[in-house]
């Protein structure tokens, strides 16, 4: 009897031993098929080039903020540019910018900019040149830095310069709502406003993330069309009078689009020629910037700046 119970306990053990490991092949085997079925996902949907590259579009259209590095050269003359667009709470843009020119005359000429829908502070923050003045003198321009120049849009009839070039890029920034966000987003679809050869992509790694390029090219009646239906989203009255089809005999425009695919963010604009790249990062880091207490109209800071030069 003993002996008999002892089979049967023997039995049963073995059975439970037998379960436990049919139990844990079943959950390895589906993580292995559940990860293998994410891993197509996001290889054949997720990452597919177009739906990346119009994933970034949209990201652009509905972000609080983002930064752009630019460079941009053009014979001796060349302007590095630091930029910083918030679009919420606050709309504003602030750079910060370096010109210089190298050859017969040689010149650097710092600015920061503190740029939004309703107008737009500059300042000098040093100037140096080895040109002499209208009258053969060295040219001390003490008087006009640090002094912040204000215009608003009350004079100009437009928003800050720097605030509309941020705003009205390659791939336009702003944070719109999720209807207008998809009804910009169907004109780009619709008129193909960002037309890439699949098998022209360019994959790689950066910093380990995996990256896509586009050699993308605009055509010009497309593409104002969409800065037309995006001016009217975000206020920028003077985009009402564009045609677009005044621009059917335009030539179009090349860019090298790049592109985080884990993210879907656009990180990099490289124009034709690189003439001029652009870099943005730091999507959705608001950071504000007070405008400045104390100010002189632009056109007076203007006036001191020629009488220096004269």
Do not use: C
Request: no cysteine; glycine share 10%.
């Amino acid at each position: 009897m003993s002996k008999t119970s002892n089979s049967a306990g023997n039995s049963v053990s073995g059975g439970g031993k037998g379960s436990g490991r049919l139990v844990a092949f079943v959950v390895v085997a589906a993580a292995v098929v559940f990860g293998l079925s994410g891993w197509a996902w996001w290889h054949n949907v997720r990452s597919d080039p177009q739906r990346t590259l119009y994933g970034a579009i949209e990201n652009s259209l509905r972000t609080r903020s983002v930064t752009r590095q630019v460079v941009q050269k053009s014979g001796a003359q060349t302007l590095e540019q630091g930029i910083g667009l918030s679009l919420s709470p606050v709309a504003q843009a602030h750079g910060f910018t370096t010109m210089q020119q190298n050859g017969e005359v040689n010149a650097t000429v710092k600015t920061e900019v503190i740029s939004s829908a309703s107008g737009e502070y500059t300042r000098y923050s040093a100037i140096n040149t080895d040109q002499k003045s209208a009258k053969g003198k060295v040219m001390n321009f003490s008087a006009v830095l640090n002094i912040w120049g204000k215009s608003s849009s009350d004079q100009t009839g437009q928003p800050g310069e720097l605030y509309g070039e941020s705003l009205l890029g390659v791939v336009p920034s702003a944070n719109l709502s999720a209807t207008n966000r998809q009804a910009v987003m169907q004109t780009v679809r619709d008129n193909n406003v960002y037309d890439f050869d699949e098998k022209s992509v360019e994959r790689k790694l950066v910093d380990g993330r995996p990256t896509y390029v586009y050699n993308v090219t605009v055509q010009p009646v497309a593409y104002i069309k969409l800065l037309k239906q995006f001016g009217g989203l975000v206020g920028f009255k003077q985009l009402e009078a564009l045609n677009p089809e005044q621009y059917k005999d335009a030539q179009a425009l090349t860019f090298k689009l790049t592109v985080d695919v884990w993210g879907q963010k656009l990180t990099g604009i490289e124009y034709a020629g690189g003439v001029r790249t652009e870099h943005m990062g730091s999507y959705g880091v608001h950071k504000a910037v007070k405008p400045p207490q104390d100010s002189i109209p632009a056109e007076e800071l203007q006036a001191k700046l020629q009488q220096v030069q004269q």
